[in-house]
């Protein structure tokens, strides 16, 4: 099974900021959709950005103007840029991936759209 292998995270200190990467060896790469997910301690896991086969973006409400998903096709690896850092951050970040097929057109940040995942790197925002 595919295994996506996110790195970057550590930890800083507020209104830092971090760039994580998410290797993914993934045959036709371009083809699917991919998004950073995040768990922080004691909540549930949430969409953070995403992106699609044509590029086109979508993001959380909270990290709007901060953070910057992108990828590069051609090294199969895709990336969280995060600015302006907060101790509302810190989480686990996830990397995740679905296959759309010839082109996948659609943006999503709902955990069940997305079957193949990473282990995780930890983001750690001190105040």
């Known amino acids: 099974q595919v295994q996506l292998v996110e790195s970057g995270g550590e930890s800083v200190q507020g209104g830092g900021s971090l760039r994580l990467s998410c290797a993914a060896p993934?045959?036709?790469?371009?083809?699917?959709?991919m998004a950073w997910f995040r768990q922080g301690p004691d909540k549930e896991r949430e969409g953070v950005a995403g992106?699609?086969?044509?590029?086109?973006?979508t993001y959380a409400n909270s990290v709007k103007g901060r953070f910057t998903i992108s990828k590069d096709n051609a090294k199969e690896i895709l990336f969280l840029e995060m600015n302006s850092l907060e101790p509302e951050d810190t989480a686990m970040y996830y990397c995740?991936?679905?296959?759309?097929?010839?082109?996948?057109?659609?943006?999503?940040?709902?955990?069940?759209?997305?079957?193949?995942w990473g282990r995780g790197t930890q983001v750690t925002v001190s105040s």
């Open positions: 995740a991936a679905e296959y759309g097929g010839s082109w996948c057109s659609w943006n999503s940040l709902e955990e069940h759209d997305y079957n193949i």
């Open positions: 992106i699609n086969s044509d590029g086109k973006t």
């Open positions: 993934l045959a036709r790469f371009s083809r699917y959709c």
